[in-house]
Structures are given as structure tokens and as C-alpha cells.
């Protein structure tokens, strides 16, 4: 049964880092208002509305990563619970 629980305690430990790593990549995403050549309107209504396309971008994407990592989190926590039940069964 411990071998068992050494399983599940690694696989809820490596479900952890991959979790890490993606609110890690979420914590980097950055606005690209994408301009035309790199270069931003002169009109500052256009320009306003290329940042606030860039932000909605921006929250998309990191939210998708956000929901990925969560989503890996619950899947370490449950690993690590049954690796903790597991232990404690008798041999």
C-alpha cells in the first residue's frame, strides 16, 4: 500500500509544478495592442480602443491559463489527499 501512496504523493507533486508553471505563464502575459507596422494611431480614440483590445486580449488569455492552472491544482490536491489516506492504511 505505501508504494501506492509514493505514487500518488509524486504524481500530486509533478500536477503541482505543472500547475506553478502555468500561473507562472499567466503572470506574464503582457498587452500587444498589435499596431499596423508597430506604430500606433495618431487619432488618440483609435489608439485608446487598440489598448483596450490589447487588455481584453490580455485577460482572456491569461484566464484561460488561470483556469488551466486551477484546474491542475485540484488534480494535486486530490493525489496528495489519497496519497495521505493510503499511508495511513495498514500493510
Same mark, same amino acid.
Given at each position: 500500500?505505501?508504494? %501506492?501512496? %509514493?505514487?500518488?504523493?509524486?504524481?500530486?507533486?509533478?500536477?503541482?509544478?505543472?500547475?506553478? !508553471? !502555468? =500561473? =507562472?505563464?499567466?503572470?506574464?502575459?503582457?498587452?500587444?495592442?498589435?499596431?499596423?507596422? $508597430? #506604430?500606433?494611431?495618431? #487619432?488618440? *480614440?483609435? *489608439? &485608446?480602443?487598440?489598448?483596450?483590445?490589447?487588455? #481584453?486580449?490580455?485577460? &482572456? *488569455?491569461? $484566464? /484561460?491559463?488561470?483556469? @488551466?492552472? /486551477? $484546474?491542475? @491544482? /485540484?488534480?494535486?490536491? %486530490? %493525489?496528495? @489527499?489519497?496519497?495521505?489516506?493510503?499511508?495511513?492504511?495498514?500493510?
Amino acid at each position: 500500500m505505501h508504494v %501506492l501512496a %509514493l505514487v500518488l504523493s509524486v504524481s500530486g507533486f509533478v500536477f503541482g509544478l505543472a500547475a506553478a !508553471y !502555468y =500561473w =507562472w505563464k499567466a503572470s506574464r502575459v503582457s498587452p500587444d495592442p498589435d499596431w499596423p507596422e $508597430g #506604430i500606433a494611431p495618431v #487619432i488618440p *480614440e483609435l *489608439e &485608446q480602443l487598440g489598448w483596450n483590445v490589447a487588455f #481584453i486580449k490580455l485577460a &482572456q *488569455e491569461s $484566464g /484561460a491559463l488561470n483556469r @488551466t492552472a /486551477a $484546474g491542475l @491544482t /485540484a488534480i494535486a490536491v %486530490l %493525489l496528495t @489527499t489519497a496519497a495521505s489516506v493510503f499511508s495511513l492504511l495498514p500493510l
